[in-house]
């Protein structure tokens, strides 16, 4: 009887002891999985979930505030997160709020970690999705390395090719490396090229001075004819007027030849005027000068036509001319 007393007790002992490890052990549970607290769910999009799991760590701003949810794939390019997060954070959360994958420590688990955005959305509700950002990943950070080392390997085999090919005196970079009269040569004709430019620029900034001097100073005769339009109208009526003389003094030569010519036909005193040599040579002479000075007369105003100050001019005066013309045969 003792006995089956002891045994009951036990028995007893026992059950209400595993009863409450196996309550603590529920709400120990439940505590990790947020199954005795009030918990809302918001969402976001992966291409990589990088072997996050459900039931891992959800963080913000360090702080563990949930857990995972549910991981459903959408595509094969999208993966949809489910996260369940404590009601008390609610107000904290912003809509512009950033989720990412990272490892807890080195080798831990992977967790989700909501990073706070600016601050300036309204806070999130049930349901909200927010927006997510895909961190470089270990095995991309390998795979770019591995790429940039070969990269660098051929680029290094590249270069030992130039500068072998370089050092022996192989095209145009080593002929010049290893050909010291040729450097000497381009030496030589940099330093030519740079004379020539000084010199360019000092002529130049000559030719401005020389210009400058023109239009600012109206004592020369240059100057004043282009700046002093009086001047400029004065110097046309005396072309004018030279014109004007030059045709008058042909037809005056012409007039004396006819004269010349008529006494030649008659008798008396005029015929025997002619007849002495010495004056007849005489008056040769004085009419050979006149028909010299007229030609060069002629020849400088055929000059002054083709000079860059008053061939404008002449070409004007040709151009009314011809209109006149026209105008006469119209008419």
């Known amino acids: 009887m003792k006995n089956t007393n002891s045994q009951k007790f036990r028995l007893g002992l026992f059950v209400i002891l ?13 505590q990790r999985q947020d199954m005795f607290k009030k918990t809302f769910t918001i969402s976001t999009y992966f291409q990589n979930v990088s072997g996050l799991q459900k039931g891992n760590n959800v963080r913000y701003a360090g702080i563990d505030i ?3 949810k549910g991981i459903t ?5 999208t993966i949809k997160i489910d996260m369940n997060i404590d009601e008390m954070i609610i107000t904290h959360i912003k809509k512009d709020a950033i989720a990412t994958i990272s490892s807890d420590g080195l080798v831990g688990n992977m967790i989700v970690n909501i990073v706070p955005g600016k601050g300036i959305e309204r806070v999130i509700t049930n ?3 927010i927006e997510s950002y895909s961190k470089i990943g270990a095995d991309d950070i390998l795979s770019t390395l591995s790429v940039s080392s070969e990269n660098a390997a051929i680029l290094t085999s590249d270069l030992l090719k130039i500068t072998t090919a370089m050092i022996e005196g192989k095209g145009t970079v080593g002929l010049l490396l290893n050909d010291t ?26 030719l401005n001075s020389i210009v400058s001097s023109i239009k600012n100073n109206d004592n020369t005769i240059l100057g004043m004819i282009l700046n002093d339009s009086v001047s400029g109208q004065k110097l046309k009526i ?45 008056l040769k002479s004085t009419l050979k000068n006149i028909n010299e000075g007229t ?3 002629n020849e400088n105003m055929e000059a002054l036509k083709h000079n860059f100050l008053t061939r404008g001019y ?4 040709e151009r009314q001319k011809i209109r006149e013309a026209k105008k006469a045969e119209k008419g």
């Open 18 to 30: 595993g009863t409450i490890l196996f309550i603590v052990g529920v709400y120990l549970i439940g």
């Open 66 to 68: 949930g857990t995972v």
């Open 73 to 77: 794939m959408i595509n094969d390019s």
């Open 127 to 129: 349901g909200d999705i």
């Open 181 to 206: 009269i040729m450097a000497q040569d381009l030496k030589q004709s940099v330093n030519n090229l740079k004379m020539a430019s000084l010199g360019a620029t000092n002529t130049i900034n000559e």
């Open 238 to 282: 005396i072309v004018t007027n030279l014109e004007a003389s030059s045709v008058e003094i042909e037809n005056l030569i012409k007039n004396a030849n006819t004269v010349v010519n008529d006494i030649k036909t008659n008798e008396g005193a005029l015929n025997y005027v002619l007849n002495d040599t010495t004056l007849v040579n005489s």
């Open 295 to 297: 030609d060069k007369f």
């Open 314 to 317: 002449f070409k004007k005066l």
